[in-house]
């Protein structure tokens, strides 16, 4: 299990808007959706591609690169050429910020 990571104070971080952050050498992508922040791991399944600035379309993130659709909130891939999902990660508001961690050891 890892410590929780901060990522933004939540005045600086409004809806529509994004942050990468390091957890234990994995890069995670937060993204702030309608006041909801959802994380998944920045690393596409088809071809290890960053998903940078990526679209968001509603809950789903578009890869920049070959266009494969992720659900931010399952990690589920929704099209070619990806198959297989995206890690994603919880995320918490404390003390007037943002955190993420990564759960999946514990
Ligand atoms: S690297 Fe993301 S769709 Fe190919």
């Known amino acids: 299990m890892t410590d929780?990571?901060?990522?933004a104070p939540v005045d600086d971080f409004p809806p529509g808007s994004r942050r990468v952050v390091d957890v234990d050498d994995v890069p995670?992508?937060?993204i702030n959706i309608g006041g909801e922040y959802?994380?998944?791991?920045?690393?596409?399944t088809h071809?290890?591609?960053?998903?940078?600035?990526g679209e968001v379309d509603g809950?789903?993130?578009?890869c920049p690169r070959h266009g494969a659709r992720f659900d931010v909130r399952s990690g589920e891939a929704l099209c070619a050429p990806a198959y297989d999902p995206v890690a994603t990660f919880?995320?918490?508001v404390k003390d007037d910020a943002v955190w993420v961690r990564d759960d999946r050891w514990d």
Do not use: H, N, Q, R
Request: net charge negative; proline share 4%.
């Open 28 to 30: 995670v992508l937060v």
């Open 59 to 62: 809950e789903e993130i578009i």
């Open 47 to 53: 071809d290890y591609s960053s998903f940078d600035d």
């Open 90 to 92: 919880p995320t918490m």
């Open 38 to 44: 959802l994380a998944i791991e920045d690393v596409c």
């Open 4 to 7: 929780w990571i901060k990522v």
